[in-house]
């Protein structure tokens, strides 16, 4: 049986054109500590076109953690995070919950490069909310709360804590 994280692939497209437009917010982040590195912004663009139905769901199966990778290419966490973002964005095409993944640590990189600006990563947040499409909105809804269900990234693992878990439950509380 797959995952309640996966959602269809109908609905993966869908989330991925959002998570991609969450994830590209913050990539000037990532791009100031790393010029020279392409795979975060190159994730986003697969991500785009995975979303558009240019690019097949295997294919980008093989590829979603080339631009995860990037974060070593990256020092501050706020670089990193922003590269994470990119990362989880890439990986929608595998499981739609990566979604949640690319707009928790979009919000993150948000809240971290501003460190002297209150309420960054909130204003980062109520942006994804008001750029989700009312497809988008119900294809998330179809996901687990975080931390119900084991099989994917809304179980125990690197979303389940801090202001990463924070996020993600500010997001499925507004959906």
Excluded: N
Aim: with cysteine; net charge positive.
């Amino acid at each position: 049986m797959a995952s309640p994280q996966a959602l269809s692939e109908a609905d993966r497209r869908l989330v991925a054109l959002w998570a991609a437009d969450c994830a590209e917010r913050v990539l000037a982040v990532f791009e100031a500590e790393a010029p020279t590195d392409d795979r975060a912004r190159d994730g986003i663009a697969r991500a785009r076109a995975f979303g558009r139905g240019e690019l097949g769901a295997a294919e980008e199966i093989r590829r979603r953690f080339v631009a995860g990778r990037a974060a070593r290419s990256a020092t501050s966490p706020a670089a990193v995070a922003a590269a994470r973002s990119a990362g989880q964005a890439s990986g929608v095409a595998h499981m739609g919950a990566h979604a949640l993944g690319a707009a928790a640590y979009a919000a993150k990189a948000a809240g971290l490069a501003a460190p002297g600006r209150a309420g960054a990563r909130e204003a980062e947040v109520r942006w994804q909310l008001e750029h989700m499409t009312a497809d988008v909105r119900a294809a998330l809804r179809r996901l687990p709360s975080l931390g119900e269900d084991s099989s994917g990234p809304l179980g125990s693992g690197l979303l389940a804590s801090g202001v990463l878990a924070t996020t993600i439950r500010d997001i499925q509380a507004e959906l």
